[in-house]
């Protein structure tokens, strides 16, 4: 079956940096795009970053600049890099891969991210 398994959050002050990833299994990996979603308490679930099968990346624009993600197809894993943490970037992040020719969508179970003093 399909799993993607997030790690990687956890507790960070303000300007600090933590790496979250995203193993796969059970997909063709290189074929996907990957993404990564955050939600806080109370809010829509926000696009924050992607990377095509092609490596080509996007950020939303309250990350832009501080987030790089990346992927490893040898090892069915995307990450991300975040830097200069803000409060605001507390969330539970959730990663997903989509593959929209053949209408297929997977979730992970999430991981929290907690920015503060």
């Known amino acids: 079956q399909v799993q993607l398994v997030e790690s990687g959050g956890g507790l960070v002050q303000p300007g600090g940096s933590l790496r979250l990833s995203c193993a796969a299994s059970?997909?063709?990996?290189?074929?996907?795009?990957m993404k990564w979603y955050r939600q806080a308490p109370g809010k829509q679930r926000e696009l924050v970053a992607h990377?095509?099968?092609?490596?080509?990346?996007a950020y939303s624009d309250s990350v832009k600049g501080r987030f790089t993600i990346s992927r490893d197809n040898a090892l069915n894993t995307v990450y991300l890099q975040m830097n200069s943490l803000k409060p605001e970037d507390t969330a539970n992040y959730y990663c997903?891969?989509?593959?929209?020719?053949?209408?297929?969508?997977?979730w992970g179970q999430g991981t929290q991210v907690t920015v503060s003093s």
């Open positions: 997903n891969a989509l593959r929209a020719d053949a209408h297929r969508e997977y």
């Open positions: 059970g997909i063709t990996f290189r074929v996907y795009a």
């Open positions: 990377i095509t099968s092609a490596a080509n990346t």
